[in-house]
């Protein structure tokens, strides 16, 4: 086949196709360009790159034990699980502390708003908890979630939320519980610690239960939703937490 024959091209485009030319062998243009292509690389590096997530660091939680005084015998404590866990939570939304006192007082005026409300004080289920904390507190950033996992608490924290779940005690293994442990108990869950693989709580069922650690499979294998009443029944046992929004 015939090819075409080469023809001379005009000098303006012989210089637009000549990677050498005298204009980008001037040091100032050189420069220039470098600078150029410096920031250029830069900006597509920002815009590439993806954002990292940061958990919010937790609020302080403050902590009281259900029985502040160690008065056990009393009822109303010894069942406060549910209520101690409200007050720390209400506390934590609010970033305030409170005294032994308070924190009694607290304790006791709850467990008489849920018996003239929903009639029981003394075991409260999620629902129920959830409704007496709406409904004592005036606040409704609360929700329940039924059917979870220790990843679902895992990702409710990362959210900064606070979460409350309703345990079977006996399967945490606390030593510091009159043994075998509470069958009914809920507990607070503040932060995670990865490195452990552990749930950092306020524990309202010991004196020593502020900042307590327990692996994240022993809170799994424990929760279960306990229904309202005293040592209930429970034949469709299931589990939840308790999902508490901060204000702001």
Not at 97 to 118: G, R, V, Y
Not at 203 to 210: A, C, E, K, L, N
Request: one cysteine or more.
């Amino acid at each position: 086949m015939w090819g075409l024959a080469k023809l001379p091209l005009p000098y303006t485009q012989e210089k637009k196709l000549n990677p050498v030319n005298v204009a980008n062998t001037n040091p100032q243009f050189i420069q220039n360009n470098t600078v150029i292509s410096q920031l250029t690389n830069e900006i597509k590096s920002t815009i590439s790159a993806p954002a990292k997530i940061v958990p919010l660091k937790p609020r302080p939680v403050p902590f009281t034990a259900q029985a502040p005084f160690g008065d056990w015998q009393d009822p109303r404590q010894q069942d406060g699980c549910e209520e101690a866990s409200l007050v720390m939570a209400w506390h934590w939304i609010e970033g305030t502390t409170f005294t032994k006192s308070q924190a009694l007082d607290e304790i006791l005026a709850i467990s008489a708003f849920e018996e003239k409300t929903i009639g029981e004080w003394r075991s409260t289920s999620a629902e129920d908890t959830a409704k007496i904390f709406r409904e004592y507190y005036n606040y409704n950033n609360i929700t329940v979630q039924h059917d979870i996992s220790a990843e679902d608490i895992k990702a409710s924290l990362i959210d900064g939320n606070l979460v409350l779940v309703p345990t079977d005690g006996r399967k945490l293994g606390n030593p510091y519980y009159r043994q075998p442990g509470p069958p009914e108990h809920m507990l607070v869950i503040f932060d995670y610690d990865e490195k452990t693989d552990e749930f950092v709580t306020n524990d309202p069922g010991t004196r020593r239960g502020q900042n307590y650690r327990y692996k994240s499979n022993v809170v799994a294998q424990a929760i279960v939703d306990y229904p309202t009443g005293h040592r209930e029944p429970n034949p469709n046992p299931q589990t939840a937490m308790i999902i508490i929004q901060p204000s702001s």
